[in-house]
């Protein structure tokens, strides 16, 4: 194997996927700490409110003690170059997160066991499911008292649609939990509640092995073994091509605070998480092993430094191998340019990289020549498929409140959504033409209103409106021409494309009744 070919395929490149306060800081924590990355689990984050929360980056962040901005991660863990792309898990950072999971290879769906699939984990997981991603799912909290497996197992499949094979299966819950047993390795790791991370591992011939009996109270080994046989009987097979085609979800159990489960995790991760993908283009699917570097930006991130006032723009390398100083073709702008000093990410650091390959996120330092979904590439000039944007939840009529600042107001919301912060929208046939804003969290309100004051010196006006879903429109020449006469909020986006705003389901069920040869698309990436 070439060296190229060695470096890309020793890459797994994927992005956690949870509802906040399930564990995911927890769980990045310990992968981290397997891989030699950090030398004590938790580091990574500091506890809420502390002044060195790795991903403190501006200042908003700071005075809310929560994490904006996504961040990757990356270290290694026996020959694997693994990188995490961190996503917020604030419930109002969703859309940065949809986007961040087109950089992904694969995804890990962590999964609070007391609390089941909930809200933010149902939408990430359908971005990852419109892309066909493997998904991978932990079970988090099992010291804790807990819900039934089966249950979860069931709830998955029919909230998400995703059918599941445990790769592992606890034996007790909470206060009488005694660890896991690895269904290929027949092993038992044992839990040990005085010192969690001391794992002692027995290796069985299979439920039934007495040696079991030696280290698990009678009654809930007999649940054990029933629920294993119950496994065996009814559960799914296992099917390796219905996991890569994201059809299966790997389901295993742990506790990540007590880094109990983790590294059976991340074993069989590794050995199942498919090396870096390549990507469709406009001119047909670009390969990663191939010779020639390209890539494309799926994130720009403003202030991460406030000392300086730079913007990075992350970069997911495609195919090839990124060398500093490298000369390469913005697609969009046709115009050739230098990388220079762009840098890789580890925890709190921020080093410059040297190399690169196929998988890896690079950060681009960005004078403001960046756009999400730009492809940048060594040779030719094929662009990777769109950005797609999602439906943001909360809408807002939005004005300078001085005139005199027109110019820097639409300056910064331009640059705003140029970093997909926030989307804008145009009214589309009404005068005067009224500029609306469209959020996925509605805290991101806030964001905009501080930076537009802070680095455009910009008051605005925001006016909420009643909406909350909105809808990419295309579909029946016909029916188009009389939905655009008599559809209310009907905007454009900054692509000129047709974009129907609702106040709720059931007033979009309406529209979808009365023009059945129209498609509402949840997203703006569809053809
Ligand atoms: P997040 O990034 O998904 O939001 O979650 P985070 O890791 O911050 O974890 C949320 C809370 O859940 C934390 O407790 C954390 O210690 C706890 N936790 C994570 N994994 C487990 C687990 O396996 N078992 C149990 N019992 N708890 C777990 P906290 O009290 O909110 O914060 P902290 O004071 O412990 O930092």
């Given at each position: 194997?070439?060296?190229?070919?060695?470096e890309?395929?020793?890459r797994?490149t994927?992005?956690?996927?949870?509802?906040?306060d399930?564990?995911?800081?927890?769980?990045?924590?310990?992968l981290?700490?397997?891989?030699?990355?950090?030398?004590?689990?938790?580091?990574?984050?500091g506890?809420?409110?502390?002044?060195?929360?790795?991903?403190?980056?501006?200042?908003?962040?700071?005075?809310?003690?929560?994490?904006?901005?996504?961040s990757?991660?990356?270290?290694?863990?026996?020959?694997?170059?693994?990188?995490?792309l961190?996503?917020?898990g604030?419930?109002?950072?969703?859309?940065d997160?949809?986007?961040?999971?087109?950089?992904?290879?694969?995804?890990?769906?962590?999964?609070?066991?007391?609390?089941?699939?909930?809200?933010?984990?149902?939408k990430?997981?359908?971005?990852?499911?419109?892309?066909?991603?493997p998904i991978?799912?932990f079970?988090?909290?099992?010291?804790?008292?807990v819900?039934?497996?089966?249950?979860?197992?069931?709830?998955?499949?029919?909230?998400?649609?995703?059918?599941?094979?445990?790769?592992?299966?606890?034996?007790?819950?909470?206060q009488?939990?005694?660890?896991?047993?690895?269904?290929?390795?027949k092993?038992?790791?044992l839990?040990?509640?005085?010192?969690?991370?001391?794992?002692e591992?027995?290796?069985?011939t299979?439920?039934d092995?007495?040696?079991l009996?030696?280290f698990?109270?009678?009654?809930?080994?007999?649940?054990?073994?029933?629920?294993m046989?119950?496994?065996?009987?009814?559960?799914?097979?296992?099917?390796?091509?219905?996991?890569?085609d994201g059809?299966?979800?790997?389901?295993?159990?742990?506790?990540?605070?007590?880094?109990?489960?983790?590294?059976?995790?991340?074993e069989?991760?590794?050995?199942f998480?498919?090396?870096p993908?390549?990507?469709?283009s406009?001119q047909?699917?670009?390969?990663?092993?191939?010779?020639?570097?390209?890539?494309?930006?799926?994130?720009?991130?403003?202030?991460?430094n406030?000392?300086?006032?730079?913007?990075?723009?992350?970069?997911?390398?495609?195919?090839?191998?990124?060398t500093q100083?490298m000369q390469?073709?913005h697609?969009?702008?046709?115009?050739?340019?230098?990388?220079?000093q762009?840098?890789?990410?580890?925890?709190?650091d921020?080093?410059?990289?040297?190399?690169?390959?196929?998988?890896?996120?690079i950060?681009l330092?960005?004078?403001?020549?960046?756009?999400?979904?730009d492809?940048?590439v060594?040779?030719?000039?094929?662009?990777?498929?769109e950005?797609?944007?999602?439906s943001?939840?909360?809408?807002?009529?939005?004005?300078a409140?001085?005139?005199m600042?027109?110019k820097?107001f639409?300056?910064?919301?331009q640059?705003?959504?140029?970093e997909?912060?926030i989307?804008l929208?145009?009214?589309?046939?009404?005068?005067?033409?009224?500029?609306?804003?469209?959020?996925?969290?509605?805290l991101?309100?806030?964001?905009?209103e501080?930076?537009?004051?802070?680095?455009?010196?910009?008051?605005?006006?925001l006016?909420?409106?009643?909406?909350?879903?909105?809808?990419?429109v295309?579909?029946?020449?016909?029916e188009?021409?009389?939905?655009?006469?008599?559809?209310?909020?009907?905007?454009?986006?900054?692509?000129?494309?047709?974009?129907?705003?609702?106040?709720?389901?059931?007033?979009?069920?309406m529209?979808?009744?009365?023009?059945?040869?129209?498609?509402f698309?949840?997203?703006?990436?569809f053809?």
């Open positions: 194997m070439s060296k190229l070919n060695e890309i395929t020793s797994k994927f992005a956690i996927i949870s509802h906040p399930a564990g995911k800081t927890t769980l990045t924590e310990k981290l700490y397997f891989g030699g990355a950090i030398r004590e689990a938790g580091s990574v984050k506890k809420k409110n502390t002044k060195q929360a790795t991903s403190d980056w501006m200042e908003i962040e700071k005075q809310r003690g929560i994490s904006v901005t996504s990757v991660m990356e270290f290694h863990y026996k020959d694997n170059h693994i990188n995490i961190d996503t917020p604030h419930e109002d950072f969703s859309e997160t949809y986007r961040t999971l087109t950089a992904a290879d694969s995804a890990t769906m962590l999964i609070d066991a007391a609390k089941g699939v909930e809200a933010q984990t149902e990430l997981f359908k971005v990852c499911s419109m892309r066909g991603i991978f799912t079970i988090n909290k099992m010291d804790r008292e819900r039934d497996p089966f249950e979860l197992m069931e709830e998955m499949e029919e909230v998400l649609g995703i059918r599941s094979y445990p790769m592992n299966w606890p034996i007790g819950m909470g009488n939990f005694y660890g896991i047993y690895d269904r290929h390795s092993k038992v790791e839990f040990n509640g005085d010192n969690p991370s001391h794992v591992e027995k290796q069985t299979g439920p092995d007495p040696i009996d030696e698990v109270d009678p009654s809930f080994l007999a649940q054990f073994r029933e629920e046989e119950l496994l065996d009987v009814a559960g799914d097979p296992y099917d390796e091509q219905k996991i890569m059809e299966l979800t790997p389901v295993f159990f742990g506790s990540a605070v007590s880094n109990f489960g983790v590294q059976n995790f991340l069989h991760f590794l050995h998480a498919p090396s993908v390549g990507r469709e406009d047909g699917f670009v390969e990663p092993v191939q010779e020639k570097f390209s890539g494309f930006i799926f994130k720009v991130q403003a202030n991460m406030p000392k300086h006032r730079d913007r990075i723009a992350f970069l997911r390398i495609t195919s090839g191998k990124y100083g390469v073709n697609v969009r702008l046709n115009k050739s340019m230098k990388l220079a762009p840098t890789q990410f580890l925890a709190q921020r080093s410059i990289v040297q190399a690169a390959y196929a998988g890896d996120i950060g330092f960005d004078p403001g020549t960046f756009r999400i979904g492809s940048l060594e040779k030719g000039s094929f662009q990777f498929a950005m797609p944007h999602f943001p939840e909360h809408f807002a009529a939005i004005s409140k001085d005139a600042k027109h820097s639409e300056k910064g919301l640059q705003l959504t140029e997909g912060a989307q929208f145009e009214t589309y046939n009404r005068y005067p033409q009224q500029q609306i804003v469209g959020v996925v969290g509605e991101q309100f806030e964001v905009l501080h930076r537009l004051k802070n680095e455009y010196k910009a008051d605005i006006k006016e909420h409106l009643p909406l909350s879903i909105a809808r990419w295309s579909g029946d020449a016909n188009l021409e009389q939905f655009k006469k008599r559809q209310r909020n009907l905007t454009t986006d900054r692509d000129d494309k047709l974009v129907a705003l609702f106040e709720n389901e059931f007033q979009l069920n529209s979808k009744d009365k023009y059945p040869n129209l498609n698309h949840e997203n703006s990436y053809n």
